[in-house]
DNA sequence: TTGTACGCGTTATCAC
DNA sequence: GTGATAACGCGTACAA
């Protein structure tokens, strides 16, 4: 009874035609109207389904892109992730995931399983490997990076303007009365453009930089760079590199008996999806992923056609909430004393 | 120069052997050593790449097992996700994922989809498809559960022990001294299944059962739940189906002015990452949902070996955190006052 | 130990 | 409009 799965060759035997018009009925191609009918009873009635394995073989495509991400508990990889499904999903394609843990061995190996796979083309999100051992890796396969954290070859990219949400981010503290701000770091390439942004946010407000404290791009690396950090006097406010940080900066602060945002102002970066519920809200920089998966997904697909958009920028945008407030003690008198900073448009 | 990708033919040719001598090289068969040499230099300089999918098609099986999962945005699910990775990556095998977005069509197709790619087996989170809609669906190809939201029938599932969890939750209130305990539930299956629960745990302790609110299983869902319980007088403490709800109870409670834990205790269920940054820190239950993924990765691959384990429980643990704490105005002395309530063992 | 030849399920190219 | 038939890239009898 448990047959194996009917095949064209079934469903032509029932539909008494060729395999070739089954082939045509199926993909859309000229049939009898009778023909037709026949062939789909009897589809319905055995049950069958195409084999896309075999279908990929003879087309040469896949109809599948592979998507590497350094793991899927981040909030942030999964909207990017359902970015590129939703460009995937509009032309019948599908994504593949694999994930690397942020191990570069990882990630060549979820490579390699997804060009044996034949996947169309290849979207890898934060990809640590150096530009030739991509290269070896890709061999030839579409690729297009969100957020690489390795160093830029020719391929298409996504990446968040993280100079534009670092400076809306610390202007938002200096308009509030701050003039005494510190910094949070990350240790990722990410992590160190947001520094020097902020590095150059800060002289371009005609400031000292504040301390800056770097750490993993944890809660606990935030915690203790905290630690470091609200040891220091006057810092009125703090940003940090990434939402995750300012939570353990929000809980070192706690443990000192520092209020957020009376005694020190918080901000954040990601806008993760609790970042909301924290105590207080998290002012943020909220990075749009969804929007980015949808762009790297388009750009592969795409890539051959516009051979010269190597880097696309998105643009973040401030969230601001509970976490960061005017200084109780501002050493200047407000707002008003931020002059000299241009007023962007 | 850009070639099409090389074959096994290629691989032959430029070492001067047969494709059979060279797929046997590859797979680990009887090959002389000069022949493998010569072969491994030829695979080496070719950059050749085995071709799954014809593999595939000639072996019939893809060495991929799919999962289903309602999104990619919730780290329970990451969690599952990762479980499964863990038992295929032992196997040599890998996991393709496809998302739901938990609605019953897009779970048809996704199996659709799944099948297609010729799928050794499915496993399927928290589904929803009527009995006789899923086994149409999947059609032969064997399938396991996690926690799944429709109807049981015969097919292996991998579930929560909820009452267990329940109940070491309701257990933990009435140790600290409380009495009246209310409910957020929620409206899936496993969030009827937690209700019944705690109703049971209740009657167990010879209590009244407190006040009881259904909603989603959101933020949103559980601070509207919350709205109508704090109304309730007595309520001390309050147990919730689910960590994602308990925090919109936390945001109602502290609307209302209510201190928790000392107003009123909250508890949760899941564990979800952000649990323990939320302040207070949630008490909760803890699902180990990666084990839970392995367990079902185990039983999609071995189902054929042993037909008759159709329902796996998985034990939760309590997580006892800041939320919860003795009732600031207890009904009764003490936990000395709690006798009757069996230990366990 | 090695090579030949067939088949996996499908699409595409022809004649008809 | 329809039906043979040759690929697609690989594994695996079977023969050598």
Chains 1, 2 share one sequence.
Not at 55 to 78: C, E, K, N, Q
Not at 224 to 251: I, N
Not at 320 to 344: E, F, L, M, N, W
């Amino acid at each position: 009874m448990s047959r194996s799965r009917p095949t064209i060759h079934d469903v032509a035997r029932e539909a008494r035609a060729s395999i070739a018009t089954v082939s045509r009925a199926l993909n859309g191609g000229v049939v009898s109207a009778a023909a037709l009918a026949r062939i789909e009873t009897a589809v319905a009635r055995l049950g069958y389904r195409r084999n896309d394995v075999a279908r990929g073989l003879v087309t040469g495509r896949s109809g599948l892109v592979g998507v590497v991400v350094p793991d899927l508990m981040g909030p942030l990889y999964a909207q990017m992730a359902r970015g590129i499904e939703d460009v995937l999903d509009e032309r019948g394609m599908h994504a593949m995931l694999v994930t690397d843990h942020l191990e570069p061995a990882a990630e060549r190996r979820a490579i390699e399983l997804l060009r044996g796979r034949q996947v169309d083309g290849l979207v890898l999100i934060g990809s640590r490997l150096p530009a030739d051992a991509l290269r070896a890796a890709v061999a030839g396969t579409p690729v297009a990076h969100v957020q690489r954290d390795g160093p830029d070859d020719g391929d298409p990219q996504v990446r968040l303007d993280d100079a534009a949400g670092v400076r809306a981010a610390v202007r938002h503290l200096l308009d509030a009365g701050h003039r005494r701000i510190g910094h949070i770091a990350g240790t990722r390439r990410d992590g160190l453009e947001r520094r020097d942004a902020y590095l150059a946010a800060m002289a371009e407000a005609g400031l000292e930089p504040g301390p800056v404290e770097a750490g993993e791009f944890t809660e606990e690396g935030g915690e203790a760079a905290a630690e470091r950090l609200l040891g220091q006097r006057d810092v009125t406010a703090v940003f940090c590199a990434s939402d995750r940080m300012a939570v353990g900066l929000l809980h070192a602060a706690r443990r000192r008996g520092l209020a957020v945002p009376d005694d020190v102002s918080v901000v954040g970066f990601d806008d993760l999806t609790w970042a909301r519920y924290l105590h207080p809200p998290l002012t943020t920089v909220r990075q749009p992923g969804r929007d980015m998966g949808r762009a790297a997904a388009r750009l592969v697909l795409e890539s051959p056609f516009d051979a010269a958009v190597p880097i696309l920028r998105v643009a973040p945008t401030l969230v601001v909430r509970g976490s960061s407030g005017p200084p109780s003690d501002p050493h200047v008198t407000g707002p008003a004393a931020r002059a000299g900073a241009p007023s962007r448009r």
